[in-house]
């Protein structure tokens, strides 16, 4: 079974609509803090490259475009790519964007300085997970900095539903819950970060009561 199958065609569904897409057309206030202390900090580079992984309708590479960074942003969705495009175009911003999947990403080695993941590699199983990282810390650069957010075992969908692999849930009753889920404690987080440096974890709640997140800003070996 291919534990990604399904999600990007959940999301496709979803951003076909005005109100499917309502809740993911703002940057979140933690994205724009860290990207604009991270801009700062690679001053000296001619060229600051990042990548939106997941990038959905494109509220974060269109933010990071009018930051100053050079963007690109890979999407599953091919409804919510045609949406990025085009409010990048309306925005007056460059971005790369292409349609691909989170597990073998379509760029060379060490590309990036700052790879940028908000709700998305927890699509799937540990096994796709660690894929996805693995991926990321190839893409990175030497130093470069990836930030995104992985499901705790503290969220109050953990556990429901049917478990398809380990830690792993899909749950027909439950909205967007109808793909695999993957969710994790510190210890098991920590060891699929294990080539990264961690230099933030932070659990919180997202809008939803019991909705627990990690937080997370790794810098790459």
Known sequence: MDNTATAHLAWDSRWQTDSGREDWLQAEPDVVEFSSHLLTQLSQLSTKR?????????????QLAQLGFEVSGLDGSSAGLEFA???????????????????????????????????VIYHGDRPVVSRC?????????PGGFFQGTMLSK???????GTEISANTFVDLNNGDKDHPHFYCNA???CELL???????????VHKKPNSWHWHLIAERF
């Open 85 to 119: 495009t085009k409010t990048a175009e309306e925005q007056g911003v460059a971005i790369d964007f292409i349609q691909g999947s989170m597990e073998s990403l379509p760029y060379p080695d060490m590309t990036f300085d700052y790879v940028l993941a908000f709700n």
């Open 133 to 141: 990282i693995s991926e990321i810390h190839r893409i990175l650069k």
């Open 154 to 160: 503290r969220n109050g969908n953990y556990g429901k």
């Open 194 to 204: 294990h080539n990264f440096e961690l230099l933030s974890l932070i659990d919180r």
């Open 50 to 62: 990042a990548l939106d992984l997941g990038c959905g309708v494109g509220r974060h590479a269109i």
């Open 187 to 189: 210890e098991e987080l």
